[in-house]
């Protein structure tokens, strides 16, 4: 049960990792080539590791095009959605809102699984988007400068929040119909990655001249440590945290992803994060910790 705790800590370092290394990425690499770049080096981690444990199956339809939804939900949309959202708000705002997903996954599951409807989801709920509203710094002045800076941060608050519901219903919702379904975790974190690589690729021609191709070398270091060690290994030792003990003993441990945003954003990015923001992300890890602790 220890080691079980201790693997899903390590997936949740791994996680906020991923998260706060796409910061410096974007300073180097368009959206674009950030997202099919990163989902292209997860499929390849995926596929070597599936080999290497005889683990990787050609799986029936139903489960495959169940892996194949929650990448185009999970890793093409809401990580477009997340790449907007630290574009305009800063990285410990953005990954606090973000990471409430196990709540919207919990929502997830009461409107499509039916499951039935706890009150502390409600009060869940309610703690993150409150939490959210503060993690929106209000103008000091009534500038038009200071007026468009906090809508641009609005705007940001909103695409994390966009980025939570999407991730948390694609993790609950068809991911969990695949596994039910039999198809392995390394299969599905497989046609999971590949979906959201494909997704990244089909935007192209409609986005492209919306969002120019920049991509200098240096930023597919970043990429490949958001990608491999972020979502690969991340994932990984998730998969081995949740083999070894009940998903209600370890649930409670993803809210640490949280905390470890907020460190890495504040040791790693140098943000200074103001305690009205301290309160927002002290709300959304209250959100993360009453589901899960329910679950």
Not at 81 to 104: I, Q
Not at 172 to 179: C, Y
Not at 248 to 277: D, K, N
Request: charged letters at 15%; glycine letters at 10%.
């Amino acid at each position: 049960m220890r080691s079980a705790i201790v693997l899903a800590l390590a997936a949740s370092a791994a996680w906020g990792i991923g998260m706060t290394a796409a910061t410096p990425a974007l300073r180097y690499v368009d959206r674009l080539t950030y997202l099919w770049t990163r989902w292209g080096l997860v499929a390849a981690f995926a596929l070597a590791y599936g080999l290497a444990t005889h683990r990787l199956v050609v799986p029936a339809f139903e489960p495959a095009m169940w892996a194949v939804v929650a990448g185009l939900v999970d890793a093409t949309a809401g990580g477009f959605l997340y790449l907007l959202a630290l574009e305009r708000g800063s990285t410990h705002e953005v990954t606090a809102v973000a990471n409430t997903a196990p709540l919207w996954g919990v929502f997830g599951a009461v409107l499509f699984l039916g499951e039935p409807l706890r009150w502390t989801v409600a009060v869940a709920a309610a703690s993150a988007i409150v939490g959210a509203w503060f993690l929106v710094e209000r103008p000091r002045d009534g500038s038009e400068v200071a007026s468009g800076a906090t809508k641009r941060r609005l705007a940001g608050a909103l695409f994390a929040l966009l980025t939570g519901i999407l991730w948390g219903i694609a993790e609950t919702v068809p991911a969990k119909l695949a596994l039910e379904a039999g198809l392995s975790p390394e299969s599905l974190l497989f046609l999971f990655a590949c979906a959201g690589c494909a997704g990244a690729l089909a935007l192209l021609p409609f986005l492209r001249r919306r969002v120019p191709r920049h991509a200098e070398a240096k930023g597919f270091l970043y990429v490949a440590l958001s990608g491999v060690v972020g979502a690969g290994v991340g994932w990984m030792l998730w998969l081995f945290s949740l083999a070894q003990a009940p998903a209600s003993v370890v649930a409670p441990v993803r809210g640490a992803t949280l905390v470890f945003c907020l460190a890495y954003s504040i040791v790693f990015l140098r943000e200074r994060p103001s305690l009205r923001a301290l309160f927002g992300i002290a709300l959304a890890l209250c959100a993360v910790l009453l589901v899960s602790f329910e679950a």
